[in-house]
């Protein structure tokens, strides 16, 4: 009578294996449909991000110009339009001339996008 124990507990055995393979396998397959959802919303949401800032920096020459202020540190380009952040540099305020420092801290304009190169094409390393 043992040997029909063993067969029945080991049925059992195999039964709650194929039972937990199965679970794992939805659940790893849930998760993976879930993080491809995420990236790609996130991917989604950078490329509007990227292309609103695109339609907004094409009218900064036309809206009045830029401004260059400090951001943690760095020259910061924004459009006058209203429209926000055109441009980051990698250019520090630290290594500008104190008179140019001066104009940044208060809000340097630029009239258009041709002296906004120039000037950054000047105090760029």
């Known amino acids: 009578m043992k040997p029909k124990y063993m067969i029945g507990f080991f049925s059992v055995l195999a039964v709650l294996l194929c039972i937990l393979s199965a679970g794992y396998r939805i659940s790893y397959s849930h998760v993976v449909e879930k993080q491809a959802a995420l990236e790609k919303s996130a991917a989604d949401a950078r490329n509007v991000e990227a292309e609103i800032t695109a339609d907004e920096g094409k009218d900064a020459d036309d809206a009045g ?3 260059l202020k400090e951001l943690q540190g760095y020259v910061a380009v924004y459009a006058d339009n209203g429209a926000g952040l055109y441009e980051l540099t990698d250019i ?13 801290a ?20």
Do not use: M, R, T
């Open 92 to 104: 520090q305020v630290s290594d500008l001339p104190e008179e140019v420092q001066q104009e940044i």
């Open 65 to 67: 110009g830029y401004c």
């Open 106 to 125: 208060a809000g340097k304009h630029i009239a258009s996008e041709k002296e906004l190169y120039g000037f950054l094409e000047n105090y760029s390393s």
